[in-house]
């Protein structure tokens, strides 16, 4: 009862930005971390970047000093803000969504339906 919605993925050039969003909406819900994964073809689903509601993140290696993921807790938003972007970053980016449903008091892990990101040379 919770859907994760995305956008802001593209075709850019390598060194440009794009900037990524999810929203969370349904079910009443308490955010225990959300963050956005990649996949390129052929790989495993990786973690980019993952952020707190107090603001606490984490970044993959890769994407240090190059990506921000911030949040907007009222609109139950994720954001991921991308510079310098290079070919190597080209995937299908997956929000994902760590909530305690209320109702319930379960926890339960929800994704996005995907975004592609793909960075030319």
């Known amino acids: 009862q919770v859907h994760l919605v995305e956008s802001g993925g593209g075709l850019v050039q390598a060194g440009g930005s794009l900037r990524l969003s999810c929203a969370a909406s349904g079910s009443i819900f308490r955010v225990n971390v959300m963050g956005w994964y990649h996949q390129a073809p052929g790989k495993q689903r990786e973690l980019v970047a993952t952020?707190?509601?107090?603001?606490?993140?984490t970044y993959a290696d890769s994407v240090k000093g190059r990506f921000t993921i911030s949040n907007d807790n009222a609109k139950n938003t994720v954001y991921l803000q991308m510079n310098s972007l290079k070919p190597e970053d080209t995937a299908v980016y997956y929000c994902?969504?760590?909530?305690?449903?209320?109702?319930?008091?379960?926890?339960?892990?929800?994704w996005g339906q995907g975004t592609q990101v793909t960075v030319s040379s």
């Open positions: 952020i707190t509601p107090g603001g606490r993140t």
């Open positions: 994902n969504a760590d909530l305690l449903l209320l109702a319930t008091g379960r926890t339960f892990s929800y």
